[in-house]
């Protein structure tokens, strides 16, 4: 059964300090893994895609990594306004257009 | 450009009323889904139309949910005779043609009293 699981379900950090979210899944064929981040009362809101094992992307403070069994949300010298909720999505072959999509990891940086 | 709206922000209605929630996609988006999601709990799949095929409505918990997309743009989710459990946040999102990403609107948030 597809499947995307996020670790840890809640982290606290101090400004600056850098961490990672973990971001696993079991499907068949991936197709494209997606992170977003969603803030308190909105939507998600779309970061990145990854298709292959071995590609990264950055964007200011976060980059995000793939692997054949999982994906890394790298979040460096982190701020306050980095505070929300992570999610993580994949894209699994032969599943049309719908995505499968974790529980999130809940991130809040104390200044 | 313009992202995804949905309307209303907010609804509350009393249990066993139909509600009607609105979106609009983003303009050349011919992917849109519907999602729920409860308190502390994930996104749940709903329902998605792609163009002018026919809608995957595997997601749709009862059939007092209903779907509709007209002119491949705006879209109605419709609950009838809701229920207290009906009480979630209501996520619209649309996708470009030929790309996976989704892009999400707001959200309409609905209280079944």
């Known amino acids: 059964e597809d499947q995307v699981t996020q670790s840890p379900e809640a982290l606290r950090l101090q400004e600056g300090e850098s961490s990672s979210l973990n971001c696993s899944y079991t499907v068949s064929g991936l197709r494209g893994l997606f992170w977003y981040r969603q803030d308190p009362g909105k939507g998600p809101e779309f970061l990145f895609t990854l298709y292959s094992a071995g590609e990264e992307k950055e964007k200011e403070r976060l980059k995000a990594t793939l692997t054949k069994k999982e994906s890394f949300l790298h979040i460096t010298a982190p701020k306050p306004e980095d505070s929300a909720t992570y999610l993580c999505?994949?894209?699994?072959?032969?599943?049309?257009?719908?995505?499968?999509w974790g529980l999130g990891t809940s991130l809040a940086v104390n200044p | 450009g313009a992202g995804v709206s949905q309307s209303p922000s907010n609804k509350v209605t009393e249990k066993g009323k139909d509600v009607e929630l609105r979106c609009d996609p983003i303009?050349?988006?011919?992917?849109l889904y519907w999602y729920r999601q409860s308190l502390g709990q994930g996104l749940e799949f709903l329902i998605y139309?792609?163009?002018?095929?026919?809608?995957?409505k595997s997601g749709l918990p009862s059939d007092r949910f209903s779907a509709e997309r007209t002119g491949g743009s705006v879209s109605t989710l419709t609950i009838q005779r809701t229920q207290q459990e009906d009480s979630a946040v209501y996520l619209c999102a649309s996708s470009h043609p030929g790309a996976y990403e989704q892009y999400f609107g707001p959200g309409t948030r609905l209280t079944v009293t």
């Open positions: 999505a994949v894209q699994a072959a032969g599943n049309n257009r719908k995505l499968i």
């Open positions: 303009s050349g988006h011919t992917a």
């Open positions: 139309f792609q163009g002018n095929s026919a809608p995957d």
